[in-house]
């Protein structure tokens, strides 16, 4: 044995034999017949293992309503827990072959916060009145077929790539960013950018080397772009309605397939794609499916965002400023959305038990892991399912003064942590302060823990109900002083000042305005989730958002320089008419919403008017038939009338299984 193992190596030093061995690696064709072996029973073997063939996803939709190329496991679905082998267990989309260690095995069932999503996040057919085909696209909900559309080449989708790109820069992208901002968005920086120079790649310079998550995000950017054009007429009339839709139809196929193969063969090994294409990928197939209405799709991309995000980014020791602005992004996204989430299974008996252990553990001096500088990377790995609440636990408010250091505020990727942080670019990228989105995130948070008590058939503790209360009577405290102070900072209410550049006093007026309305909504939103008070109280806050938004109107009316795109924010006209009582804040709401839809199509606006409409009716409803009751005639209809009559959008988005993605 010994001569057959010398006989297989170098004669003379450990070094030279290592770099023998080392030299057989580089050689691919020997890497393919498996032939680097050392040792008389090959004990040692290097062997090129191919990647799995991905089958390319059919255009079509099948008989079920789940999507024909649809991994077997999707980003959020319930069956993804039974793999034990890692904290996450990421079986959907991924296939990285990273072990990472479990050391709690008979726990994880109740830790994986995959767990404990909703199973309507987890069936495609579950969101009612769609079907939905590879791409998103959704199909009549009578169950009659769309008009089938001829297929085109890659070739012919490429050639409008020019027009649509362009298009994307100047209409789509300004829709993305809550406010009107002069400094570049980052989907200009890192989407576009590295789209157009995709495009080049593959047309005239002709590169055979291109990452499957490049070609994501380059089809997923043309497949948008097209969706404008097929909604508006009056951007590109050259381009007809079919072909439109055809180029939707094939980019958005094209994207969903090279996203999936670039998670499952470009995540880890020798073909391994940047993190920050992946990411930019992802995002994209976010911003498709959003267009396009598909929640199913729209939450499971934001979810695997999640998990490369933890696998891929939070292992960094140290972060790029595009890195950090893509973390930006996803982060503005994904708490915006949970916002308007509020389809969790609240009934699930794991959750009760799992929130008293988090806050005994905190009573005894525990902490997050994320406080640690010193926290091992897998320690990062378990999902956010934002049915956790804040925990630090203070029996003060905190301190706006304290900063968290710069290790925490890149790991506190849904800013659970309510410090601030010296090094975050939300003002740069969205002109709005990382407390707001924190607040938010936090509302939703105490919101999700509240419901989840109060539809628990179990007794819960007293020390549960002192901390929930203490929580949020914190919370309403510091939401309150920003909105305060956010109003008395701006002074009188005008679009113009005395500076020789009138150009930057609008814009500042115009983003100034917004952030009001955002303010103003917030509040709202945190009586609403939070103490569920009756709409009339909430009537001045209304008119504040109202007011904030009609100032929005005339700072980009007066200035020629903002795209056509420019709409802004639908999340506090959303949260505001939800709530108006008149006539007059109900239709100016609504017309608002309508005029957004007018200046650029989306999903988002049309599904929040439907909504808005719908709290309306009911709460008329109830109130003309409380009115038509006898004096003193009490009955159960009565009685579920009243009910009706404090019906929120809350409620709504319960009945009818439905998310509106306003982020």
């Not at 710069?406 to 990727?413: F, H, L, Q, V």
């Not at 150009?503 to 945190?526: C, D, K, P, Q, T």
Request: aromatic share 6%; glycine share 4%.
């Amino acid at each position: 044995m010994t001569s057959v193992l010398t006989e297989g190596l170098t004669s003379g030093s450990v070094d030279a034999s290592l770099t023998e061995v080392d030299a057989s690696t580089r050689d691919a064709d020997q890497l393919r017949k498996g032939a680097v072996t050392v040792g008389p029973f090959s004990v040692f073997s290097l062997a090129d293992h191919p990647d799995p063939e991905v089958p390319e996803p059919s255009l079509g939709t099948k008989d079920s309503d789940v999507p024909a190329d649809f991994p077997t496991t999707s980003a959020s679905d319930l069956d993804s827990i039974l793999d034990m082998s890692s904290i996450l267990g990421w079986n959907d989309l991924f296939d990285t072959g990273l072990g990472f260690a479990n050391s709690t095995i008979d726990g994880a069932f109740c830790e994986d916060p995959l767990f404990l999503l909703p199973a309507v996040a987890s069936e495609p057919g579950q969101f009612p009145g769609q079907s939905v085909s590879s791409t998103g696209i959704h199909t009549q909900a009578d169950g009659q077929q769309p008009q089938t559309l001829a297929e085109m080449t890659d070739a012919e989708v490429l050639s409008y790539g020019q027009i649509l790109l362009k298009n994307f820069k100047d209409v789509i992208i300004p829709t993305y960013s809550p406010l009107p901002m002069e400094s570049k968005s980052p989907w200009e920086i890192m989407n576009c950018n590295a789209a157009v120079q995709t495009l080049a790649d593959l047309t005239f310079l002709e590169s055979s080397n291109v990452k499957y998550a490049n070609k994501a995000n380059l089809y997923g950017t043309l497949a948008c772009s097209a969706l404008a054009f097929d909604k508006d007429r009056s951007i590109a009339p050259e381009i007809s309605v079919s072909k439109c839709q055809q180029i939707v139809e094939h980019s958005g196929s094209r994207a969903k397939q090279y996203l999936q193969q670039s998670l499952r063969t470009e995540t880890t090994g020798h073909q391994k794609a940047k993190y920050k294409d992946q990411l930019m990928a992802i995002n994209t197939l976010i911003a498709l499916a959003t267009q396009l209405d598909n929640q199913y799709d729209a939450r499971c991309y934001l979810i695997d965002a999640e998990r490369l995000l933890r696998l891929r980014g939070l292992e960094q020791k140290e972060l790029s400023r595009r890195t950090r602005l893509l973390h930006h992004v996803y982060t503005w996204l994904r708490i915006v959305g949970e916002s308007t989430f509020t389809i969790h299974d609240y009934t699930n008996p794991a959750l009760l038990p799992q929130i008293e252990e988090s806050l005994k553990r905190l009573d005894s001096g525990g902490h997050r892991a994320s406080e640690d500088s010193n926290t091992p990377v897998t320690a990062h790995g378990q999902l956010d399912d934002f049915l956790r609440v804040d925990a630090q636990e203070r029996e003060s408010e905190p301190d706006c003064e304290e900063y968290k250091d710069r290790n925490i505020g890149i790991r506190d990727i849904h800013l659970a942590d309510m410090r601030q942080w010296s090094e975050t670019m939300y003002l740069q990228i969205y002109g709005i302060p990382e407390t707001w989105l924190s607040m938010v995130s936090q509302t939703t948070r105490l919101a999700n823990v509240i419901e989840v008590v109060n539809a628990s058939d179990k007794e819960v503790s007293r020390s549960l109900n002192a901390s929930l209360q203490r929580k949020s009577s914190r919370l309403e405290s510091m939401v309150c002083s920003a909105a305060s102070k956010a109003t008395s900072s701006r002074g009188p209410r005008i679009l113009h000042n005395s500076s020789s550049d009138s150009s930057v006093s609008r814009i500042v007026s115009a983003s100034e305005a917004m952030l009001g309305a955002m303010n103003s909504a917030l509040v709202i939103f945190f009586y609403r989730r939070i103490r569920n008070v009756h709409h009339w109280i909430l009537q001045n806050h209304v008119n504040e958002v109202i007011n904030n938004l009609k100032e929005f109107d005339a700072g980009i009316a007066q200035n020629p320089s903002y795209r056509s795109g420019t709409v802004g924010t639908v999340w506090p006209a959303f949260v505001a008419g939800c709530e108006a009582m008149t006539e007059a804040s109900r239709g100016w709401l609504k017309d608002w919403l309508e005029k957004s839809l007018r200046r650029i199509p989306t999903a988002e606006s049309q599904a929040s008017i439907r909504i808005m409409c719908q709290v309306w009716r009911k709460r008329d409803a109830a109130m003309a038939a409380e009115s038509a009751d006898e004096s003193g005639h009490k009955s159960k209809a009565r009685s579920h009338k009243q009910a009706d009559g404090r019906c929120s959008w809350v409620d709504v988005l319960r009945e009818e299984n439905q998310w509106p993605m306003l982020y």
